[in-house]
């Protein structure tokens, strides 16, 4: 299998570039990518969006919500892209459209997937280390599981602070770590905790860390483990 | 019914005393407390923390957990205290052991409610304004319904900014608001976000803000609406 899975946080030109460039040496010659919304609320804002942060790099962007049929326009894509917004609607709709099965047939026949953000998350066994509210509830929190170990897209470490009338105030409420404590008190699967700007590359049996800035490994009962950009994480597949 | 619930974010003195205040004069002359640590991961540990912290004000507190049997535990409760942790770890906890359906009956009949963060969000008809990690599968997203609004517990207005080796760094990802615009893309239902300190205090027909800040009305299609602490909310039920 052929996955490109950013973390998001595409807000800095860097960290865009860094995208583009990445997904330039991926795709290669492909020239269309069928795009998924459905992570979105409007998905013609979202599309207007995707094109002009130019998150393809050139390439044509075809919306799958605008096909006619849509499996049909799965079979013939010639690569996948999911994008970002909240993860139970995105599944949510996967399952009501019934595309999980069609995407993973494509993606395991080895067109390459896409992932940002809420879309790399499809990507992982569960959607259990998703950030999103849950605004909907999808009939399983199951995924399309095209690796083995669980990403936490956005991932910061340390403590969080709003803006406030006060100023910046510390937040009293779970930090990232902690919530991916308590995801392996439930669970034993590895997370990678995925730095806003980073990407993970992954041809076959070969992984490697992209991007502006490094990940934190998680491993139930053990200390946490980073790698900065350009590491080798096949180990983990 | 009558119910306390608190946003969470106890990490200072000042709101741990209004909530000690709040929840003296809430429960008068009631000694004795059940509490309901299951959001959290470690019992023993949750329980020594609400003792530390003197979350019942000097009340004896006996965990649910400790009980042979939970259904006359519960319908010999004086009060009914649900703590905070995971949301969907406690959801689905209550329905594992069969508790809301008693629980509902003990406080439709009159005695206290108490919650703190995800407690306060069983409160609510659904858990769909959770901000937790999705890191176990409820059978359902419905709650104990005392309320028939949403309540968003640590609320903040504006954007995140996380500390990193590089200072406090803005978060890419969606911000509270972005959180809350996407529930309203899929549900109707009326949203209070309940900033950190604050409490509701509901009295039958009743309902005001104590403690120590502001809370942010959410109503789909509209603008949003803040109410100072004091201010009442009857309105809302």
Not at 95 to 117: D, F, H
Request: glycine residues 12%; charged residues 25%.
């Amino acid at each position: 299998m052929r996955l490109l899975l950013g973390s998001g946080g595409l807000i800095t030109p860097e960290r865009r570039e860094a995208w583009k460039n990445e997904l330039n040496d991926f795709l290669g010659a492909i020239s269309r990518v069928t795009f998924l919304p459905y992570a979105g609320g409007d998905y013609t804002a979202y599309m207007k969006r995707v094109a002009e942060l130019d998150l393809a790099a050139g390439r044509k962007v075809e919306g799958l919500h605008e096909a006619k049929n849509l499996l049909a326009e799965i079979v013939k894509a010639e690569c996948i892209f999911v994008g970002g917004g909240n993860s139970f609607r995105l599944l949510a709709d996967l399952y009501r459209l019934n595309l999980l099965g069609a995407i993973q047939e494509r993606v395991r026949a080895g067109i390459p997937y896409l992932g940002i953000s809420a879309g790399t998350n499809m990507a992982c066994p569960t959607m259990k280390t998703t950030n999103d509210m849950p605004i909907t509830y999808p009939p399983s929190l199951g995924a399309l599981g095209f690796i083995p170990f669980q990403i936490n897209p956005h991932y910061f470490t340390g403590a969080v602070h709003y803006e406030s009338p006060a100023g910046l105030t510390k937040y009293g409420g779970e930090t990232r770590d902690d919530r991916l404590r308590e995801f392996h008190e439930m669970n034993d699967t590895v997370v990678v905790g995925l730095t806003e700007g980073s990407i993970l590359r992954i041809e076959g049996n070969r992984a490697s860390l992209r991007g502006t800035s490094f990940c934190r490994i998680f491993r139930k009962g053990q200390p946490s483990e980073d790698r900065s950009t350009g590491s080798d994480l096949s180990d983990l597949l």
